[in-house]
């Protein structure tokens, strides 16, 4: 039985993460750790509260005691733990420092310690920069833009040094934008179908000509798993799901599948600093032998259904009772 130490598992992708590891393999642990910051979620795990292969604890990856109390019992780390929305980083970018760097080393450091077999960073496409034709391979240089994505390249080059300097067995993914069950609806796509449901207006950025390449959730959480049993180790991957979609292009495809109006698309003041496009080469993960297996369209169609039929999920977090409601639920606080 092989322990897993997921960071960062009660958010969207992390959450999803756990679940499909459960589900895959029967000789896996998943042990998570999550600070459940307003984005960490037990709801998300609701299905898993009785697994016994499934540990949940609460606690901060920056905590040094506690990281240095679990990582002896732990054979992989991976760290999806991270302030994660790039417009709260742009409000606030003090937490994004203190997890998405500190946190990172401290991980590091314990799992230097303990002599851990695979240490994964899940980091992502932002860490490039925009590119306005073409793509970006794994070799390309960094030039993170907002307070998010710099914290992300400062992760993702802290985790790479303990390859290069301690031998540490770090493998870094770097992803393009998720979408599907259990995404925070703050987020383009479930802030936009929760919205349409309920007919609010889409709060659509600029001119709504940036672009995103869009991968189902689930093939991410495959090529994690594809990459730590087959790539190498002290290298990046890039993943992506070969999706470029303009932010107006997804808008319209939500509105029409929920036949709701297009007088909901309202144009808003642009996000600073707002990356353009971004594109990634994934041509190294496809010589190893990875490719995504979901249909966009019908991933998104899957998405949209999934919110429409879990209204109890998103309904409370995005009304300002939920966090009384989160204390009650769980005993915590938050
Ligand atoms: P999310 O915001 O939904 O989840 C983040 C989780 O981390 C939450 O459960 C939160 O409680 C937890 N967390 C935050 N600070 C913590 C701390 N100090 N200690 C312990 N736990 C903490 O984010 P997500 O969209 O699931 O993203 C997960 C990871 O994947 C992040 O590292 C992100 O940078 C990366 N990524 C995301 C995308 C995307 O499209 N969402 C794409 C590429 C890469
Ligand atoms: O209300 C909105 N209106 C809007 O036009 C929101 C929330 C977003 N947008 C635009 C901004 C972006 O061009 O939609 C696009 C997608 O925005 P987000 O969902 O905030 O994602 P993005 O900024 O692209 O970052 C995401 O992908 C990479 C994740 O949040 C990151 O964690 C990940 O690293």
Redesign the pocket.
């Known amino acids: 039985m092989k322990t897993f130490l997921v960071t960062g598992g009660a958010g969207f992708i992390g959450s999803n993460y756990v679940r499909y590891m459960l589900n895959k393999h029967k000789d896996v642990r998943m042990v998570n750790l999550d600070k459940l910051t307003y984005a960490g979620n037990l709801d998300n795990l609701k299905d898993l509260k009785n697994n016994s292969r499934y540990k949940f604890i609460k606690g901060d990856i920056c905590n040094e005691v506690l990281v240095n109390e679990i990582m002896p019992e732990v054979d992989v780390v991976v760290n999806f733990a991270a302030e994660?929305?790039?417009?709260r980083s742009i409000g606030a970018p003090a937490d994004f420092i203190k997890t998405d760097v500190f946190g990172t080393f401290v991980l590091l450091e314990a799992a230097r310690r303990n002599n851990i077999e695979r240490f994964i960073q899940i980091s992502?496409?932002?860490v490039y920069g925009s590119i306005e034709n073409g793509a970006f391979t794994e070799t390309d240089p960094m030039m993170p833009s907002s307070p998010?994505s710099a914290s992300?390249a400062g992760a993702d080059r802290l985790a790479y040094s303990y390859f290069v300097t301690y031998d540490l067995p770090v493998q870094i993914t770097r992803c393009s934008?998720n979408f599907g069950p259990y995404h925070y609806p703050?987020?383009?796509?479930p802030?936009f179908v929760t919205n349409a449901i309920e007919d609010k207006p889409l709060?659509?950025?600029g001119d709504?000509k940036?672009v995103?390449d869009w991968i189902y959730v689930e093939d991410h959480c495959e090529a994690i798993d594809f990459i730590s049993s087959h790539g190498k180790l002290g290298e990046v991957y890039n993943i992506g799901g070969d999706n470029e979609k303009t932010?107006l292009e997804i808008t319209e495809y939500i509105l029409k599948k929920l036949e709701k109006p297009k007088s909901l698309m309202t144009f808003v003041k642009d996000?600073l600093g707002?990356d353009r496009r971004?594109a990634l080469d994934c041509s190294k993960l496809h010589k190893l032998g990875w490719k995504p297996k979901f249909d966009f369209d019908e991933a998104l169609d899957k998405t949209i259904k999934w919110y429409i039929e879990n209204r109890w999920w998103w309904e409370k977090l995005k009304s300002g009772e939920y966090l009384e409601y989160y204390k009650k639920q769980y005993n915590l606080n938050p």
């Open positions: 994660s929305h790039v417009d992502t496409d932002e998010y992300k934008n703050e987020k383009l796509i802030l709060p659509i950025y709504g940036n995103r932010n996000r707002h971004y």
